[in-house]
């Protein structure tokens, strides 16, 4: 069973908005922090917001107030809602442990911003 699937991207335009989905199976139910990472082409892989079972959420600065990251421990799901995208935020997006464990990278999904 693959621990971690995400889904949701996909090609919008600048200013539009995409929602992400991660859905997670119960052998990492109880990892106390999630996270979105994005990695575009010719870059490092960096995270781009976590949240704790606590609630509790961060973000890089670049995306702060156009991005809400969001997890239902009940659905075993962890969301990113992406408001206000601009090209710089084209990267295939990962949902991963904070800080990440090597077994639970997955395919990721693309979003792509066009200007």
């Known amino acids: 069973q693959v621990p971690l699937v995400e889904s949701g991207g996909g090609l919008v335009q600048a200013g539009g908005s995409l929602r992400l989905s991660c859905r997670f199976s119960g052998s990492i139910y109880s990892i106390k922090s999630m996270g979105w990472y994005r990695q575009a082409p010719g870059e490092q892989r960096e995270l781009v917001a976590s949240v704790s079972t606590r609630g509790r959420t961060n973000y890089t600065d670049s995306v702060k107030g156009r991005f809400t990251i969001s997890r239902d421990i009940g659905k075993s799901t962890v969301h990113l809602q992406m408001n206000s995208l601009n090209p710089e935020d084209t990267a295939v997006y990962y949902c991963?442990?904070?800080?990440?464990?090597?077994?639970?990278w997955g395919q990721g999904t693309q979003v792509t911003v066009s200007s």
């Open positions: 991963n442990a904070d800080p990440p464990l090597n077994r639970y």
